[in-house]
Each structure stands twice: as structure tokens, then as C-alpha cells.
């Protein structure tokens, strides 16, 4: 096979994967210089194409995402039916809920004011904060992402409510599991909110003022998913009434936020540009060769991919919980 490799990996992993498959060509590019005859000369692509360029061809047998979203490539039209589409779902879970730990405890122990009052000399113990530490948490979306924060906050011997689409089993590390259309229920018990969604239109602007406002004057909001889950207009006015103890955001509706937006002047919010996954992480990288591994392996013996995107609604056709 001809294998058409975008994805931002490095050297070690690239030579892993061709290793495991001497017999296949393969023709490295990037999202940004990949050309339109490289499309049409291979098999399979790893990693993310442009848009711009002509995908709706039935030579591709398959496109690996190296994304966990996948809204853009479903759309009717952009692949053809005899493409096979896969995500990355799974390869950024150790970032990620690192990422989300790390926003908590930001918050929770006022490490932002601790950081500013540095810059000053300034010794000046607060008076206020928070604990993790056995308190009820709301995961909202239980894939990959939301389990592995969830085996984490264990380590702090927290209460963990998952909230997901489909009614199924409770798997280890959720103490109680619910669907999203009982979010109204558990929202009012969280000490923690923390959203791993993906980017869906049941997911936009699911939080928005009603559902900010059910939870509690001093809980915590963590997006780790998608900004398009929370209306940002309705976050400002519900910080503005005093509503939350703080919010940390690596993901927003409009990115880059505009350096005058107000949520960069609010002192309960955290902000990180959209940095807690991706393949600065080696965690990543080596998560998404193995996963590459094994789709080519699939795809060779016509058997299922891992992470096959279900082009109804957007998401993965299984969901693995390990």
C-alpha cells in the first residue's frame, strides 16, 4: 500500500511504524505542504488532510485521524462511501487528565494569585481555597478522556458521577453513572465539573446559564472536550453574579480568545491555549503509532477498526473502557 503520513509524530515513532510494514511505500508530508497528487496516489493517510483538497475519492481505503475529533470529515460529500474514517480517540487521555488535575489544583490551591504576588515579593498567605480531596466530581462525557480523569481523581479518593449519552454498565472508578438527560440532577451535587465532550450539536452550548446556575455558588468548571460545550456569554454573566469559585478553560468557543476579552481579567478563571493534548506529549505520540499499528494490521486482514467513526452521528461506533 501506498500510506500517506501527516501526522506530527517524530522520528522513533515513524520508524516503528514502517518497520512493522516493510512491504508498504510511504510518503511523508504535512497538513500544510501535502499536495493534491499525493492524494491521489495513495491508500491510506495517516493523519489529518486539509479540506481544501479533493478527499471524496474511493482509492482511499482509510483516513487515521490523528484527532479525536472528526465533525469536519463526516460532513455529506467530503469522503467517499468506501473510505473508512478512524479517530484518535484515546491517544491524549494522559495528557489531558493531567492537564485537568493540574487546573484544579491551580485553582483550588490559588496558585495564579501565588504566581502574580512572586513577581511583586509578596508574602501573602490566602485565606480561602479549596480540597479535592473526597469531594464529589461530574464527569460530563465518559469516553476514553472522562475514564481516565476518572481513575486519577480515585487517587483523591473523590466521588465520581459520569454523565454520558447511552445507558450502559458502571465501570470501575464511577460511582454512579448517568445519561446526559439527567445532567439536571447531578449538576447540584458537584463540587467538580469537568467537561470532556466532544464537538457535536448535542453538545453545543449544553451548558448554558440554567445549567451553570444548577450548580452549586462554589463549584468547580474544568473544559478539557470542546468550547463549544459552554456559551461563553452566558459563563461571563454567571461569573459576574458571583456564581462559581472558579472555571479553568483549555478549550473555548472562539480561539485564539481575543487578548480583550474579559475572561482573561477575571481573577477565578484559568486560561490555556488549547494545550493539554497533541503531540508535544510523548505519551501521545506513542499511544497514537501503537493505535496506527494495529488499524493497518485491521485494515490489512479486513477486520474493524479501532476507533471507526460512525458517520450518523459523528462519534465512535464502540467505546472501549479499560
Known sequence: MNILMLAPLQKEQFQMIEETFLEDHFIYSTTKDVTQDM??????????????????????????????????????????????????????????????????????????????NMKEGLWKPEQTGLELYRKTVVIVGLGDLGY?????????????????RRVSACPPCI??????????????????????????????????????????????LINVGRGSAIDTEALVKVLKSGHLYGVGLDVLEEEPLPSHHILWQMGNVLITPHASGGYVWESARTAFANLVIRNLHHLKAHEELENLVDFQTGYRKKTIIL
Do not use: W
Open 39 to 116: 492524494i491521489d496516489n495513495c491508500d491510506v493517510i495517516i493523519g489529518n488532510p486539509p479540506l481544501s483538497l479533493h478527499l471524496n475519492q474511493s482509492h482511499i481505503q482509510a483516513i487515521l485521524l490523528n484527532s479525536a475529533g472528526s465533525d469536519e470529515y463526516v460532513q455529506e460529500g467530503v469522503l467517499s462511501s468506501e473510505t473508512l474514517l478512524a479517530n484518535a480517540s484515546g491517544t491524549y487521555g494522559c495528557a489531558i487528565a493531567e492537564h485537568a488535575l493540574g487546573m484544579i489544583l491551580t485553582i483550588n490551591k490559588n496558585f495564579k494569585t501565588y504566581i502574580l
Open 175 to 220: 460511582d454512579e453513572l448517568y445519561v446526559t438527560e439527567d445532567l439536571d440532577k447531578v449538576l447540584p451535587r458537584a463540587d467538580f465539573v469537568v467537561l470532556a465532550l466532544p464537538q457535536s450539536p448535542q453538545t453545543y452550548h449544553l451548558f448554558d446559564e440554567r445549567k451553570l446556575q444548577l450548580m452549586k455558588k462554589d463549584a468547580v
Open 148 to 164: 481516565t480523569i476518572a481513575k486519577r481523581l480515585k487517587a483523591f479518593e473523590c466521588y465520581n458521577i459520569g454523565v454520558k
